[in-house]
């Protein structure tokens, strides 16, 4: 259980969501496809992944490398503030750089809601360990409600496959011990809440 725990927490990682979150959305979404052509979904692919993925990456690794962190795991809440605040800055370049082009308005709204969540667990984190697993997957969720929301859609496969990571990612992160309870849930309904507002009021700046 502990291996499988591992497994699905490196599997759906935090840093992965944003990314996973706008693919579901030009995916699943008929009118984010429509309003966005696969040209531009690969510029959008590309930003979001390096200014969520890459570079947070790359940033945590060279903490590491440095001693700043004991593991790259962060299981030390005081260890995950500088991961948090550099990856904020990183949310809020890509950001930057997308509203550059002219997207799909579920789009901002994505990357709006995730930099929200972000910047709630990084203040949170001052003072209490809360879950990013967690946040991130319930984002995702989030989304998908979201989206259901404003198109006019539904898609119960989609909505039944990510409620099932988030069960999952609840469940290794507490098998992990890496949380207690009430940081899981209060990480799944900080991600959950900012996606799912930004998303269904189509919130961007």
């Given amino acids: 259980m502990r291996r499988f725990a591992v497994i699905v927490s490196a599997v759906l990682h935090p840093m992965l969501m944003p990314l996973g979150s706008v693919f579901v959305a030009w995916k ?6 429509g309003q966005a052509s696969e040209e531009m979904m690969r510029m959008v692919f590309l930003v979001v992944a390096l200014s969520t993925i890459a570079f947070p990456a790359i940033n945590i690794l060279l903490l590491r490398w440095y001693g700043v962190l004991t593991s790259l795991e962060t299981p030390k ?30 789009i901002y709204a994505i990357m709006l809601g995730c930099m929200a ?25 989030g989304v998908v409600f979201g989206l259901f929301r404003i198109h006019d859609f539904a898609n119960t496969g989609l909505m039944a496959i990510a409620l099932l990571a988030l069960g999952l990612v609840l469940t290794a ?5 890496a949380h207690q309870p009430a940081q899981v849930y209060a990480g799944a309904a900080v991600g959950f809440l900012c996606t799912f507002f930004s998303v269904s009021t189509g919130l961007f700046i």
Avoid: C, Q
């Avoid at 800055?89 to 799909?104: D, Q, S």
């Avoid at 990084?122 to 995702?140: D, Q, T």
């Avoid at 992160?173 to 011990?177: D, E, H, N, T, Y």
């Fill in 28 to 33: 699943f979404d008929w009118y984010v496809y």
């Fill in 77 to 106: 809440r005081k260890e995950r503030n500088g991961p948090f605040i550099s990856t904020f800055f990183f949310f809020v370049l890509g950001y930057y750089m997308l509203r550059k082009a002219i997207l799909p308005s579920a």
């Fill in 117 to 141: 969540a972000l910047l709630i667990l990084s203040l949170v984190n001052l003072r209490w360990k809360i879950s990013a697993h967690a946040a991130g997957v319930a984002g995702l969720v």
């Fill in 173 to 177: 992160r507490l098998i992990l011990k």
